[in-house]
């Protein structure tokens, strides 16, 4: 059994990344930039350099932080409670995961923070789709890549093909923004036409396993902007009086709440077991990310939902971060495979008869 509680090093290191966040991506900024053309937050993510979080699985012989993946689930905790424009989920976790099961020289650069790179597949693929039909040739590098998250953001691309993962720079390839629903995390589309590219690892196991990475870390995300979320809507229940009363009295707003906060509690336990599985490379990690993926992205949209109602008429305006909460929840519902695909995952992996 996984221990699933938080250890003094993952609490010390939550504490001071969270008054770094409060401090330099407090809602009304991170809102001002959705207005913004930058696709990210160049400035948070030099803070998070100087903090030492972007690289923590990496070994320390290779620039990392030499820690696990166990800490790295809480540092997306805190940007999910923040919902930061940082390409840490591209970058920091699903390409660097990618790198490290390549054995690629390219993740060094990555734990510096000298650069960025994603995976150039679209931002919906879950770790056992099909992947995205570009063509290698000794000419280059050839294909388009639709709805790629923080495409617009990265330096190097990594692109899969049939003959394996290639690194391409971002420079070499064709990018167009899209109108995304969660403008704190982008996506852009990809077109590569000959563009020159290094072969990174043959096969799909790198991309796989970066993918996987993903889904699993994407749940901390998601438990964290969950948590967020409840947090918010107590202390404003708190503090709103209706007819003579505080708003959190009213016994069936205490009902929903009290649901919410066992559906949270339930979210944390299925994501720290799905970070323990990936620190350990326990052999569940398949098992444990789909299911991490089934069940904490539902708890996400269902208390970004309740954040808006139950904040009454402020909760619907651009002037209340509610709305930020919700599309990144929303966002994050059919990111790396929808809910829908991982029960089917599941199903498949413990070979559970079909309803």
């Keep these: 059994m996984s221990d699933l509680l938080y250890g003094e090093i993952e609490d010390d290191l939550r504490s001071g990344l969270r008054d770094a966040l409060g401090e330099r991506a407090a809602w009304p900024d991170v809102l001002a930039g959705t207005e913004k053309d930058e696709p990210s937050d160049a400035a948070l993510w030099g803070v998070l350099d100087e903090i030492g979080v972007l690289a923590l699985p990496v070994p320390e012989e290779r620039g990392g932080g030499g820690a696990t993946w166990r800490e790295t689930a809480v540092v997306m905790e805190e940007l999910g409670r923040a919902v930061a424009p940082v390409p840490f989920l591209t970058s920091s976790v699903i390409a660097t995961a990618a790198l490290l099961a390549a054995g690629d020289e390219l993740v060094s650069e990555l734990a510096s923070g000298d650069r960025t790179a994603v995976l150039a597949v679209p931002f919906g693929t879950a770790p056992d789709a099909p992947l995205p039909a570009v063509r290698a040739s000794g000419d280059g590098l050839t294909g388009e890549i639709r709805d790629v ?85 107590v202390s404003y229940l708190k503090t ?33 077991h799905a970070a323990a599985c990936l620190a350990t490379g326990d052999a569940d990690l398949p098992v444990a990310a789909a299911l991490a993926q089934a069940h904490c992205s539902g708890v996400a949209v269902r208390a970004a939902e309740e954040c808006v109602q139950m904040h009454g008429g402020i909760g619907f305006t651009w002037e209340h ?6 599309k990144r929840a929303k966002a994050d519902a059919i990111a790396l495979g929808t809910a829908t695909h991982h029960r089917a995952t599941l199903a498949r992996l413990l070979d559970l008869p079909p309803a």
């Design 149 to 233: 998250a923080d495409a617009l953001a990265a330096d190097v691309l990594l692109v899969p093909t049939a003959d394996g993962l290639y690194a391409v720079a971002a420079a070499d390839a064709t990018r167009a923004r899209v109108v995304s629903l969660d403008m704190t995390r982008r996506l852009g589309d990809v077109t590569l036409a000959n563009a020159p590219g290094r072969l990174v690892a043959t096969g799909e196991e790198a991309v796989r396993a970066g993918l996987t990475a993903g889904a699993a870390m994407l749940a901390s995300e998601q438990l964290g902007l969950a948590d967020r979320c409840l947090e918010m809507t």
């Design 240 to 272: 709103r009086y209706q007819f003579g009363r505080p708003v959190g009295s009213y016994q069936g707003l205490k009902h929903r709440l009290a649901d919410l906060w066992t559906s949270v509690s339930q979210a944390r336990a299925v994501a720290r």
């Design 321 to 326: 971060p509610a709305h930020l909460y919700l």
